[in-house]
């Protein structure tokens, strides 16, 4: 899998000395023993979705580099607020070496720090496709949603369930307040029902 993602990314970000470092260290950051969840698989995952719903964006490339740093940054449990403005803060240290223009710096910083909360404005073709592809897993079979539900309580493993039941149903019950999961028509097509669906079930057996 590291190596088929390696592959990606020199396909996205050129290869050069810099571009070779870079890439090593972003895999590196997606392995580290502590994920759970927001692991290779969870980016190999994001990335696919680019892929599915990437005809919808404006600028697809800025979409996938924010893809490979949107959790680039991530510590679990109660430190797990700032992992959205750390992996911007990174992407924006880490790109303009890559000679990448400072508009398309700024885009992706903005995406990462959009994944926070998911909420799309309309006609923000860029984040939509972002936090779909991000979302998609919410879309899943019973049994792959189970899984991803699992290894999301493995990451709040210190967090007791007294305070991690409530608190994520919070977090569920907002995803289920937005208008639309998914912004993008594909997504909408294919994951949104399902999605409401999955989100629901999960409040309920937190609440049960």
């Excluded at 392995?31 to 994001?46: A, G, I, K, N």
């Excluded at 799309?120 to 899984?147: E, H, M």
Aim: glycine share 8%.
């Amino acid at each position: 899998m590291a190596l088929s993602l390696h592959n990606r990314w020199l396909a996205l970000a050129g290869i050069t000395p810099e571009s070779i470092r870079l890439g090593d260290e972003l895999v590196a950051r997606w392995s580290e023993p502590h994920r759970r969840y927001h692991t290779l698989d969870h980016l190999v995952r994001v990335l696919d979705g680019v892929d599915e719903f990437g005809g919808y964006a404006d600028d697809v490339a800025a979409v996938r580099y924010a893809a490979w740093f949107h959790d680039a940054v991530y510590d679990g449990g109660t430190a797990s607020a700032d992992n959205e403005e750390l992996s911007a803060q990174l992407a924006e240290n880490e790109l303009p070496p890559l000679g990448m223009p400072d508009v398309r710096v700024a885009e992706v910083a903005r995406l990462v720090r959009l994944t926070k909360g998911h909420a799309a404005a309309d006609g923000d073709r860029n984040g939509a496709v972002l936090c779909d592809a991000d979302l998609a897993v919410l879309g899943g079979d019973v049994s792959a949603y189970r899984a991803y539900a699992h290894a999301i309580r493995q990451e709040y493993a210190e967090v007791p369930d007294e305070l991690f039941r409530p608190g994520r149903a919070a977090v569920l019950r907002g995803l289920l307040e937005l208008p639309k999961l998914f912004r993008t028509p594909v997504a909408v097509e294919r994951y949104e029902h399902r999605a409401r669906a999955n989100l629901a079930t999960e409040i309920e057996e937190l609440e049960g």
